[in-house]
Every structure is written in C-alpha cells, then in structure tokens.
C-alpha cells in the first residue's frame, strides 16, 4: 500500500505553498490504505481545489461549477457500492453549490466532501469567498464582503450531516486521519479543510491558524450534536480541529427500496423491454 | 365516421378528472377508439375544469369543440358549455343546478333517483356517467366493473353505494329513448388507454431506465409519479430533487455510473438545466430530457399549452456540440419514441430531447397494446475489458465521432469524464490543436446521426400545398385537412418526428412534390418553419400559429386553414 498507487501523471499547478498541496498529499495517503483506485470515483467542480481531481489516479468526473454533489448523489443512486470522494472549493460548494450541500447532507448521501476552504477565490483572483471574513476587503469589495461568513461546520451539523470534521491543510497527519475516517463512514461525511492562499489572502496566513488553531479536547463526546454546534460556532479566537461529530443513520441508498440489493448498475439482465408488461394492465 | 364528443365539466375538486377516467375506460372496454383531452386552471380548488372525452367508430387523434352530450358537475358547466351543444345534443346535471335555464336539451336528474346515501355531492359524477351509459346504451355490467374498480379502495360500502346508484339512474333512465353507438364491426384486440406523457414514462420503463429524477412541475411530474409508483418493483431510483439544476447533474451522473437516466421538466426548467445540457455535450454522456412545453416565457400560463420551445431546445446551452431533438404526436409514438430516445443517446453519447406539450402530456388516447417484441436495447459501443486497471481512452478519435464507452467501478477502466476541453483520456486541456480534433470528433456524430434521421411523415406528397406540423397539433391538422379535401381543397401534411438535426436531402425529397409549404403550430413565430429554412434551405411560405394556451380543435382549424388558402397571411 503506497500513495504511488493513486498518483497521476496531471501535475497540479498551484501556486508554491498552497494548501491545495497538503490537500492532495493526504488524499492520495488515505485512499491506498482502503481502496484500489477502481473503486473510487471522484466528483469535482470548478475552482482550484476541484483540479485535485486530476492529480488523482481513478475515476474522475469533473463537472461544471457547484454541481459536484448532485452528480455524485446520480453516482450513489446507480452504483451505491461505489466509493465517492466529492472534492470543491468554498466557491464551488457554498456559493454556486450551497443549495445542493444543504440536500445532500439532509439525505445523508453516502459520499465524503472535502470542503477546500481558504475564504478567498483564487481562479478569479481574489474576490472573497462565501467563507470570507465580513471586513475581508479586495478591490470588488471596497466595503470588505459585508455578509457573515458561511460556517461549513456548523452549516453541515444543521443539514444533518452524520460526519463533520474541520482541520488545517498543515495538520496532515490529522487530516489523512479524518479522510480514512470519512472514507470509512457510511452516510455522508464533510470535511472542512482550512488552508491559506498565499496569493490573494494575507488576513487567515498560516501564522493567523497557528495561533488559533487546538485539538478538540479528547473528552469531547462525538455524538453530542449540542456540544459540536457549540464548539463549531464559539468564535475564532480558537479553531478547533478534529472530529465533531458521528453518528449512524441510514444512508440516502438505505432509504430507497428501489436501490435495495445489488447496485443498479449490476442489474442489467432485469432491462429489457418486457420488463413494463405487467404495468400496462394497469391502462386496460 | 361516426363519432360523440361528451364534456364532463365542474369545479376543480369536484370529480371531474375521476368521471372522465371512469367513462374513459368505459369506452375503451366497450370496443371505441377514444380521444380525451382535459382542460384545467392553475388551483387545487374552485375554478372551472373540463374533460372532452370523444369516441368514434375510428382511431382519434384530436378533439373537437361541438359538444353531444354535456355532463355539468356545476351551475357554471351549463352557461359555459351549453353554447357548444349541438341542437340535438343533451346536458345532463342532478337536480338544483338546472337554476332557471330553460333549455330544452337539459335533462335534470331527480334528486330521489338512487338510494338516500347516494345523494352527497360526491356521488353526482357516478350518477351522470349513469344517465349517459343509459342514454348510449353502454353496457351496464362494464360500467359497474369500472366504477368497482375504481372504488375498491375505498372499501365495499362505498362501492356498493355506487352500484346502487348506478342501477338506480339506469332504470330512470329507461323511461328515454336511447341513441348508441355501434363500435366498430371488427373487435379491435388488446387496447390501452393512455396518456402521452404515461405512453413516454412506460417507453422509459421499455427503455431500461435506472434513474429518474425531477422537480415538481406541470406537465411533467405525471412522468415521475408513474416512474415512482412501480420504482421500487422495478429498480429505478426516482428522486425529487431540490432543484432542476440538481435533476440533470444528478442523470448526467448516474448515466456515467452506469445506468439509463433521465430528467422530466417543462421549459422552465429547461432554462435552468441549460448548463448541465452543455456537459452533456462535451462530457459526451448519455441523457434523455422531457420537455413538456407549457406557454411562456417565464411563468406564463403554466397550465396551458404551447410548442414554443423548439428552437430553444436545439440552442440551448453556451458553445456547440450535438444533440438530438424527438417530438411525440401522441400516445403511441410517445412510447416508440422514447424507447428510441435511450438508444440514440447510447449509441451516440450525447443529449437527447423528446419534446411534448401540455396537450400532448394531459391528452389520453386508445392505442392497440404496445408490441414489446420489436424493442431492443442498444447501449451502444463498450471497450473491451481491460485484464488490469487502466486509464480509458474515453475521447478517443474515431471515424464516426463515437469513443467506445466503459462504466466506472464495475470494470477495470477507470474513467475520466470532464466538462473541460480534454484530452482523450478526459484530462484537462486547452492545447489548440487537440481542441480542433475533439471538436472535430464530436461534430461528426452530428453529421453521423443525420444521416440516420428519417424523412417526415407524409400525408397526400402530390398536394400543391403541405402544412408543416408536429407535437399535439398533428392530430387536429390531420383531420381538418381530410375534412378540407373532401371539401375540394389540394392539401397535404408533413408530420416532423425528428425535429433536430435533420437528415437534409431526406426532407428535401420528401417535402419535393409541394408547391408551398405552410407551418401550423401552436407558437406565434413559426418555428418549424424557421428551423427547417436552416437545416435544409427549404422555406415556409406562411404560418398559422395559436399562443392561448389551448389545443387546437378541428374545428377551428378547418376555418383556419380555409381562410389561410383564400387570403395568405
């Protein structure tokens, strides 16, 4: 078991020091300690961090912005034995993408999300993201964003996320641990990664996470929802990092009598145009 | 031909529908051909709704406006539709909704007719159908299985009440002279009646699909409550998403995963799905998109019915990449033609759209039971298996455009599928002359599935003049010209079902023998006509065009159409 087993030939094309590195780094240690690259999809969007997607070696589905999780959830519905791996931006998932994060966590699809979260769009050079400070200023925000920051861990514990973690892109040894984790979780698990944009964010640097970031205390009850929210929403004089919250619910797939059994995709012997005979008598 | 056009009419939430499927089925079991249309507001309550149920001695593909016999649900029915009943035709209501209308063809039913616990509003639908088998000379004992059938549900009591009824009004009824209908002298075999957008969800069942998915809207959500219905039964995952955007990206991700996806909308939601159409494209996965045209633009009358859609659907989405464009007259060809759908989009990876409209979809009609044995699947080109795990050329360039395909997960290829110009394993790139060979590739398949198109349907080639015509309103033209013929007129019809791309020396040769071509659609601009100029250089002369949301009726369109040859417009 090596990473070299999931690495591509696409070199990725960061900026030096980004944390989309770490990112990629970690996924490509996760995966080979459970999987072989055939059984794993990934299903990206558009922005930097969705490119990590080509770096990886398996199967790929790179779509247009925002609309990664409901590609993925077509994904889970016609494969439910298949591993997906959803990878975005904060651009691609909590603005273009916001509407679908919130109904896939509701539907506790079996995917894990690896939230890329710098608070900053870096494709387009700069602007703040939907995760940006309220006074993060750039030259299209004169004002700074004016708008409260999107908090992904808090705003997956209210979907009804089963599995919400947040940690820093430099913490990998943290980070590998909770993608094996996440892999490793039925249902869906979010993870938010905080990573610096050395380009286009000089508020959150690495010296602003080194100062606040702390391992949740190792007392911390990961299946007590009100103590995740709490500490997922208590400010940012400290980050926490690690596992909020696990729970067991049944999947979106589980809850599907259609999907039940063997995944739609192995059914094929059942398509055949006789299959709607008996529904006919209906119309008679 | 002989034929009765009956108006079951009320208030939304009255029964209207209900009583139309019961006499539908009446009638189809009674050996008719059958056509019915339904007209309704926008409101679960209230308001005005009607069902025209017409059977005839021959197949039927339209409805007309002359009503024969009228079943008024409500005091409204009787001053809105009595206009329409012809000098021999008869209203029936039960008694207090006859007001002071002194209309001699008005048959009220006496209240005490049938038993005390019959005489809620919610039995006068029964009770009329009772009053209308009796004056048709319906057999008794189908209209008593229909209706036991229909309430079954609700348990013996309930039935029973109606059968009393039922037996109740037909001996009254005994009292008037009946007036049938003899079917036609030839039993016509296994017969269904249907629906077009219930003929495209069991083409869809044919077809194989896995996956379904959609937001509530009208005309479509018939398709998804079929689909949802027998999913579980049949393995297909139908989801109601939180958005259309959601629908086609999560079929666009199922169709690569492995399964038969599609979407149902209208063209609202259309607008919405536009960018995932484009992935489609260039990601060149399989889809299939039910358009149920409604009026618009926007919100426009979102119960009323419109084919303004067409050149929307053949440009819809940024940049340029084949597509494939079908268009149903009716419920039969609804199901051929969505079984077909599936196939076109495997064999050639890309986009297909059927398109419908609110007429079409609502529109039920008797169709012979479909023939399942001339249906086959073609998935279209896999790749080999690979005996190790190895990157698919999923773009690779071909002769016909087509790269064979491979399903993640279940084989060894592991498959790369992007919404960037890519590479042939699907990786990302902006290389100027790779774009030109992979838009190069997928352009071919367009040329390539023309020429597979077939010639439009047409009906008397030698005629001076061929009204250009697809979707629900070929129906009603097919009949008004068979009508303006016998009337002396030089008149043909071309039936477009391929609407895009088309095969363009084949329409040219089959559209060859007219002196003038004349488009009759329910859009205000002609659209037929304006993409036939572009695809094949043939230009309509004219176009007869309707956007208040309602069917054409033959009728109306024999004056049209008349009026049209005496003065172009």
Redesign the interface.
């Known amino acids: 078991m090596n990473a070299e087993r999931f690495q591509s030939s696409?070199a990725p094309q960061w900026c030096p020091g980004c944390g989309n590195y770490d990112l990629l780094d970690c996924v490509r240690q996760a995966l080979p300690e459970l999987h072989?690259?055939?059984?794993?999809?990934l299903?990206t969007g558009?922005g930097q961090t969705a490119?990590l997607g080509?770096s990886v070696?398996?199967?790929?589905?790179?779509?247009?912005h925002g609309?990664a999780?409901?590609?993925?959830?077509?994904?889970?519905?016609?494969?439910r034995?298949?591993k997906i791996l959803v990878v975005g931006g904060d651009g691609d998932l909590f603005a273009e993408g916001g509407?679908?994060f919130?109904?896939a966590l509701r539907r506790n699809l079996d995917v894990t999300i690896l939230a890329g979260d710098n608070r900053v769009y870096g494709l387009t050079k700069g602007q703040g993201s939907p995760t940006g400070s309220f006074d993060f200023r750039a030259p299209i925000h004169n004002d700074g964003v004016a708008a409260q920051p999107v908090n992904p861990t808090a705003l997956a514990l209210v979907s009804g996320a089963t599995f919400v973690a947040r940690t820093f892109s430099g913490n990998k040894e943290e980070l590998t641990g909770l993608i094996k984790a996440g892999l490793q979780h039925r249902g869906v698990a979010m993870i938010d990664v905080l990573f610096p944009c050395v380009t286009f964010n000089r508020i959150n640097t690495v010296a602003w996470y080194k100062k606040r970031l702390k391992p949740l205390e190792a007392e911390h009850d990961v299946s007590d929802f009100a103590a995740a929210l709490r500490l997922a929403t208590g400010g940012e004089e400290t980050i926490y990092t690690g596992l909020y919250y696990r729970v067991e619910r049944p999947t979106h797939a589980d809850s599907?009598?259609?999907?039940a059994g063997e995944?739609?995709?192995?059914?094929?012997a059942?398509?055949?145009?006789?299959?709607?005979?008996g529904?006919?008598a209906g119309?008679? | 031909m002989q034929d009765i056009n009956i108006v079951i009419a009320g208030a939304a939430g009255q029964g209207v529908q209900g009583a139309a499927t019961i006499l539908g089925k009446v009638l189809?079991?009674s050996g008719f051909h059958l056509f019915a249309n339904h007209d309704a507001q926008s409101r679960i309550r209230g308001g005005h709704n009607f069902s025209s149920l017409r059977f005839a001695d021959q197949p039927l593909a339209a409805g007309v406006k002359r009503i024969d016999y009228l079943l008024a649900l409500n005091q409204e029915s009787l001053s809105r539709h009595l206009n329409d009943l012809t000098p021999a035709g008869l209203a029936f209501c039960v008694d207090g909704l006859g007001g002071d209308i002194t209309d001699g063809r008005l048959r009220v039913l006496p209240a005490e007719v049938g038993p005390e616990g019959a005489r809620r509003p919610q039995y006068q639908g029964v009770k009329l159908l009772a009053r209308l088998a009796g004056r048709l000379g319906l057999a008794p004992a189908i209209l008593a299985q229909v209706v036991s059938e229909r309430f079954a549900e609700k348990g013996e009591a309930i039935v029973a009440m109606n059968l009393q009824a039922i037996e109740a009004v037909l001996a009254h009824s005994r009292q008037e002279e009946s007036a049938p209908l003899a079917p036609p002298a030839q039993p016509l075999g296994?017969?269904?009646?249907?629906s077009g957008h219930?003929a495209v969800a069991?083409g869809m069942?044919?077809?194989?699909i896995?996956?379904y998915?959609a937001y509530p809207i009208g005309p479509a959500t018939e398709i998804m409550n079929?689909l949802a219905e027998?999913?579980?039964d049949?393995?297909?995952?139908?989801?109601m998403?939180?958005?259309e955007?959601?629908?086609a990206?999560?079929?666009?991700?199922?169709?690569?995963?492995?399964?038969?996806?599609a979407v149902g909308t209208s063209g609202a939601g259309i607008s919405l799905m536009c960018?995932?159409i484009g992935?489609a494209g260039i990601?060149e996965t399989p889809l299939v998109i039910v358009d149920g045209q409604r009026s618009g633009p926007s919100t426009g009358m979102a119960t009323r019915t419109e084919q303004s859609d067409l050149l929307f659907v053949v440009h819809a989405s940024h940049g340029e990449f084949p597509r494939a464009v079908l268009a149903p007259t009716g419920p039969e060809d609804a199901f051929s033609l969505t079984?077909a759908a599936f196939n076109l989009a495997e064999r050639w990876q890309l986009p297909v759209f059927i398109l419908t409209d609110h007429s079409l979809a609502d529109a039920q009609a008797s169709v012979a039971?479909?023939d399942?044995g001339r249906?086959?699947?073609d998935r279209g080109v896999m790749a080999p298996e690979p005996g190790e795990?190895t990157?698919l050329p999923r773009y690779q360039l071909t002769e016909n455009g087509v790269s064979p395909r491979a399903?993640?997960?279940?084989?060894?290829?592991?498959?790369?599928?992007?919404?960037?110009e890519h590479n042939e394993y699907?990786?990302?790139t902006d290389n100027p002359e790779n774009r030109e060979a992979q838009m190069a590739k997928r352009m071919r398949k367009l040329a390539g599935l023309a020429a597979t198109m077939p010639a439009p349907e047409v009906q008397h080639p030698e005629a001076a003049t061929l009204l250009l015509c697809w979707g629900s309103t070929v129906g009603p033209v097919v009949e008004a010209v068979e009508n303006l013929r016998e009337q002396g007129q030089n008149l043909g019809v071309a039936i477009f079902r391929q609407l895009f791309p088309m095969n363009k020396e084949a329409v040219r040769a089959a559209l060859a023998g007219a002196k003038r071509l004349v488009s009759v659609e329910a859009n205000s601009t002609g659209q037929l006509g304006k993409l036939l100029l572009l695809e094949t250089g043939l230009a309509s002369g004219g176009h007869i065009g309707k956007t208040d949301g309602r069917s054409f009726t033959v009728e109306e369109l024999v004056v049209r159409i008349g009026k049209y040859l005496e003065e172009p417009a």
């Open positions: 696409f072989v690259p055939r059984e794993v999809i299903a558009i490119k080509f070696r398996a199967n790929l589905f790179n779509g247009i609309r999780l409901p590609l993925a959830m077509g994904m889970s519905m016609a494969n034995a298949a509407n679908h919130i109904h599907l009598a259609a999907l995944p739609l995709v192995k059914r094929a059942e398509w055949r145009p006789e299959r709607v005979r529904v006919l119309f008679r | 189809l079991r296994p017969r269904l009646l249907v219930e069991l069942i044919a077809a194989g896995g996956v998915a079929l027998h999913g579980p049949l393995g297909i995952g139908v989801e998403v939180e958005d955007i959601a629908a990206n999560l079929a666009i991700g199922a169709s690569y995963a492995g399964v038969r996806a960018e995932a992935l990601s079984f039971e479909y399942l249906l086959t699947i795990t990157e399903y993640p997960v279940v084989s060894n290829w592991l498959v790369a599928q992007d919404s960037h699907g990786l990302v």
